[in-house]
């Protein structure tokens, strides 16, 4: 159901998944995800929930954390963002997409150093410019204001322009593809 877009029934099947086991890999997870899926920031907390109870029976499972750690980060609950992000990262070190929301949240509580090495990892990390919506373009800006705090302020410059010159360049492209519409 989650998949072809029925979301509330995908709701209310791994609601009865989870009566029926409520330790079975990854149901309190997809839980989770299917009320972001349909109601958003509505339901963060609900998610949050359902992501606890999946790491409390999983440990281990990296969607969970990175989900957490993303809903915390949303949150600005940066101290807890942090030690999911860290897991999740820890346990797929070859993905950006933990290393983005964990540059953030230490960035959101001034270790502007590790900040700066998780942004560059998610600029590395990035299979393209497009990738996660863009994602790179923000780490770059990101990762610019950082350097900034540190006072690397020519790095730091260079890094904001890169952001700009990725930024232009989408928009070049969206209003090429928008002028090829009738």
Do not use: C, M
Not at 56 to 67: F, G, I, K, M, S
């Amino acid at each position: 159901y989650r998949e072809t877009g029925f979301l509330t029934e995908a709701i209310e099947e791994f609601e009865r998944a989870a009566a029926l086991d409520p330790r079975f890999p990854r149901v309190h997870y997809y839980l989770g995800l299917t009320y972001l899926l349909r109601d958003g920031a509505a339901r963060l907390g609900d998610a949050a929930a359902e992501f606890r109870v999946e790491l409390a029976a999983n440990p281990e499972e990296y969607l969970a954390n990175y989900y957490l750690g993303v809903v915390y980060t949303i949150e600005r609950k940066w101290d807890a963002a942090a030690g999911f992000l860290e897991k999740a990262a820890r346990l797929r070190p070859d993905s950006p997409d933990p290393f983005f929301y964990l540059g953030q949240a230490l960035q959101g509580v001034e270790r502007y150093p590790e900040a700066a090495e998780a942004f560059r990892k998610a600029i590395a990390l990035s299979p393209s410019v497009a990738h996660n919506d863009y994602q790179v373009s923000n780490a770059h800006y990101r990762l610019g204001q950082v350097l900034l705090k540190l006072g690397r302020e020519e790095e730091g410059r260079r890094q904001l322009e890169r952001s700009a010159e990725l930024t232009a360049a989408r928009f070049r492209k969206d209003d090429g593809k928008s002028r090829a519409l009738p």
